[in-house]
Nanobody, 125 residues
């Protein structure tokens, strides 16, 4: 099983960026896919996630109304549309996937079974 994230880059404050994550593995069918982010010296932070069957999405408060997580269940892909970007959104963004997860742990990094390599998003001040 591999997760491949892409789409990061440099964007001015107020701009938009769309991240993509593809899950590979013929027998792999994730129940939940998620985005986390991390800056040097800090713990990995939950950004948002989506249940692949129902498309129910969850977000951390700091991105609600600005970021949208979506998925293509057939292609096993998850997307993170980021609008109104702020300098504090600067981080390495990781996608993650879980075989099964309960809602109370959906924002917990340890609940996820697989991780991508990360893609850097930079929003200059």
């Amino acid at each position: 099983v591999q997760l491949q994230a892409s789409g990061g880059g440099l964007v001015q404050a107020g701009g938009s960026l769309r991240l993509s994550c593809a899950a590979s593995g013929s027998t792999f069918s994730p129940n939940v896919m998620a985005w986390f982010r991390q800056v040097p010296g800090k713990e990995r932070e939950f950004v948002g996630s989506i249940r692949m069957n129902s498309a129910i999405a969850y977000y951390t408060d700091s991105v609600k109304g600005r970021f949208t997580v979506s998925r293509d269940r057939v292609k096993k892909m998850v997307y993170l549309q980021m609008n109104s970007l702020k300098p504090e959104d600067t981080a390495v963004y990781y996608c993650a996937a879980a075989n099964g997860i309960i809602t109370s742990t959906i924002a917990t990094a340890r609940a996820y079974d697989y991780w991508g390599q990360g893609t850097l998003v930079t929003v200059p001040a």
